[in-house]
């Protein structure tokens, strides 16, 4: 049995209406999210934190469960498209280039247009999938179900969206994730960065960095780290002059900043930890805060976000000032919840204690954080003190006694406890794992199973996530080695209310 993490709570996080498509990638299941694997009874071992201002799932979902997550890989609604050079848009756009870029980007601006064009240290990206993505869902429901099940299944394909923005908004709502990751490179064959085409000069826009951003994105979700590790590295770590608007004098004039999305940065600085290079993503992270830290010096200076001596109205300054504080906030979370993924809970505890001090709008969610990261540490007097100080009222709040419960290996009184969040959310995936957890360390197996399985049937687009997929099937061979009609039945769940998107190694079918 797998041993993950114990418990999670939930939070409802809809999309911002303001929201581009981009800022929707795997927003379908931000009211649910993934509760913990079963086989310890011990509390969590790793925590990912929310940035309650920032309305989106985790994404990719970790190996260990969330107990409350914060999402920097996919693009926020400050992320959006770049329209045009309003204030709005230098201010999302700013950014201090390296030493290296800056020189370059000064002698294209002082000679005149064409006349310099660098070949050199460019970002040079090409989708290296030479084909399609298939529905791994459909190929297992031929395989176990044959083919009169499997036509049952309607699941939106690249070819059935219009080849768009827009079709990507909707196979990614639709939870069809190869679909999409599919469309974009359609989309980026338009750029001349299709299949085969890495290594190859081209132009970019601010169009073409999203849709790469989306698609790093989309395969990160999948899992397919391998592949985003290859499509990414062209990228490094986003110092190319090739990726400033000033590269391009004839496309862009003299307008200022870079073309890539904030979060496409935290994206791919977060990256490694899924590669087992923790250490990496840290020392990226904390490259991207130190980069905020001065912009939000520069602009203390009276200066411009990169540090030029030009004026700005004190409304636009007081405006700079709010997104990068915002920003420097998101860029702690993304290292707390690295720091928790790599077990430096000390880390993690400083960071969590910036954050309340530089959001204390969220104080009582992060107290609640740093008292289930106390016990992982065993502490449970600690854990306590940080619980006592949120609403008790709260579902987070009973939940967190639950857990308490838990690791004083008080079962009963745990399955109790989060029968009391329950009633105050029927549909919550969580406490209901929780329950059945509870119940399988009380050794009534039967009565978790059964508590799980009808959760599924009241609740299927909500409870079928893949942790809780992989527990019942975990549960269902812990009751006995023939097994198998018992996940068919899940399958053919998933073929009516899930996408392509899922995992299926979660049903632990052998093919």
Known sequence: MQTSNLSSYFSNNPAPSSASFFDQIANTDATNKPPANIGSAHPPSHLFLQNPQDQHSHFPEASAHVIADFSSVQPNPEDMFCSGSSEVDRRRNAWIPSEDVRRVLVMISTNSPGSITPDENLTKPGVMLEEDMTD???????????????SKRKVLVCSDVTQDDRGLRDLIQAGCIRAAVNLTGRLLSMYGQDAGRS??????????IQLWATRIALLVKLRSFSLADIESEPFGDLERPDLYFQYYPDMYGNRPGTMVPFSFRLLLAEFPQYLNKGKESLVRLHSVLAVVRQILKNLDAGLMEDGSPISISDADRAESKKLWRSREVRVLYSIANCAIFQKAYELAVNVIEQIIVKEPSSQKALQSALGRLMLMLGDVSAAES???SCDPAETRSIVDRGLVAITQNAFQEAFEIFGKALVKEPNN????NNMAICL?????????IKLL??????NPVGGLHESILLNICTLYELESTVCLEQKLSILKLLTHYKGDGINMACLKLQV
């Open 440 to 448: 399988l360390y009380m050794g009534k197996l039967k009565d978790s």
């Open 386 to 388: 940080f619980f006592s």
């Open 429 to 432: 995936v969580l406490v209901i």
């Open 199 to 208: 290594g190859y000069p081209t132009k970019h826009t601010p169009h073409s």
């Open 136 to 150: 791994t869902v459909q190929e297992l429901v031929l395989h176990y179900l044959g083919e009169e099940e499997a």
């Open 453 to 458: 399985e009808d959760a599924l049937q009241n």
